[in-house]
């Protein structure tokens, strides 16, 4: 699927409130499924052109766990509850619930990415040497 800016989102978004078109033509005018249209109505709703803003977060594991309590606490569904805390793709949750409930509490702790460090192990090789 292509990134849409937020400026893009913000005007699909704003041609479906104003109610001109429907969400099914604005997606197929700017390439993509309506779904994806109708997920930034609902941030839209909840959060306004911030919902739009770019993110760079690792969300905590109790965040994560708060999410998925409110969801069952409110029986929202996954699209609501990423408009309510402003994730942007509701398929997150859905992630979050799985490892919570195949792995538990310890799973949506966020995990260290990348190649590990070797500054460790050259200094051990150095000073036996």
């Known amino acids: ?11 699909a978004t704003l041609s479906d409130l104003e109610g001109k078109e429907s969400l099914r033509e604005i997606a197929k005018t ?3 499924d309506h779904k994806a249209i109708q997920n930034w109505v609902k941030q839209y709703e909840y959060h306004g052109v911030k919902a739009f803003v770019k993110r760079y977060t690792n969300c905590s594991a109790q ?9 069952i606490e409110h029986g929202t569904s996954l699209l ?5 805390f402003n994730i942007a793709a509701p398929s997150t ?8 409930e195949t792995q538990g509490f310890d799973a949506l702790q966020s995990k260290k990415k990348g ?3 070797m500054k460790k192990e050259t ?3 150095n000073r036996h040497q």
């Open 30 to 32: 700017i390439g993509t």
């Open 93 to 100: 949750i859905r992630s979050w619930r799985k490892q919570y």
């Open 1 to 11: 699927m292509a990134k849409f800016t937020a400026n893009e989102k913000l005007q």
């Open 63 to 71: 965040f994560k766990l708060d999410v998925l309590n409110y969801m």
């Open 80 to 84: 609501e509850t990423a408009a309510i």
């Open 123 to 125: 200094n051990n090789r």
């Open 115 to 117: 190649r590990p460090s």
